[in-house]
């Protein structure tokens, strides 16, 4: 089946350094998955950060960004400087495709902690 | 935004209990979904619906039943809680499939079987 590996925590970067978060997927039953971050900060559900379905483009989304690659099968999440704010667990996520029995495959998490 | 309640927060019961966890959505979507999550894995989709009187099994259904009673309500029924069962639990929302769509979550269940 489908599945999603990515770096597992705990990451420790100190406030305004860059951040790197690295995820890799296996799709077995279609060849463009659809790809996702989610962020669970302390205390909450988990929450879109960003997602994106077209194979080679780059989704953004609060000073986050993850490039959709189809050659090297990733999808890092990167931010140049992060923030004590930026403190949460990062998810990693494939789906599939749309409609009735789409759902999607998670990652492990990744527990980032910011130092100031 | 989507809201996305579950109850109660936290709660603990004995090897062999009786525990419904609640879930209601606000925003009349179609799908929703019971995941837990552990240490060491990712979230693990348990069942999920697509409507009022639908259930759909995910993949790790064994020990849980589920039922979509409303639109907005999707209980988990532990019928004889067991220790494996002790886990984190989320419920999510979303308007279609999860395959593209944004999945809307709520903040959490702690469940404890002692």
């Known amino acids: 089946g489908d599945s999603v590996t990515q770096t597992e925590g705990p990451v420790t970067v100190s406030e305004s350094e860059s951040l790197i978060i690295n995820c890799t997927y296996s799709a077995t039953s279609i060849a463009y998955p659809n790809l996702f971050w989610y962020v669970r900060y302390p205390g909450e559900g988990l929450q879109l950060l960003l997602k994106v379905i077209t194979a080679g483009q780059k989704g953004s989304s609060r000073g986050f960004e993850a490039t959709y690659n189809k050659e090297t099968t990733s999808f890092h999440l990167q931010k140049a400087s992060v923030q004590e704010s930026d403190s949460a667990v990062y998810y990693c996520a494939l789906g599939e495709g749309r409609g009735t029995g789409s759902k999607l495959s998670f990652g492990k998490g990744a527990k980032l902690t910011v130092s100031p | 935004e989507a809201a996305v309640t579950q109850s109660p927060r936290n709660k603990v019961t004995v090897t062999g209990g009786n525990v419904t966890l609640s879930c209601r959505q606000t925003n009349s979507h179609n799908y929703m979904y019971w995941y837990r999550q552990d240490t060491g894995h990712g979230l693990r989709l348990i069942h999920y619906s697509y409507g009022a009187g639908n259930l759909q099994i995910g993949d790790v259904p064994d020990g849980y039943k589920a039922t979509r009673t409303t639109q907005e309500d999707f209980f988990l029924l532990l019928e004889l809680a067991s220790p494996s069962q002790t886990s984190l639990y989320f419920c999510?929302?979303?308007?279609?499939?999860?395959?593209?769509?944004?999945?809307?979550f709520g903040s959490g269940t702690r469940l404890t079987v002692l």
């Open positions: 999510a929302s979303s308007d279609e499939g999860g395959g593209a769509e944004t999945l809307y």
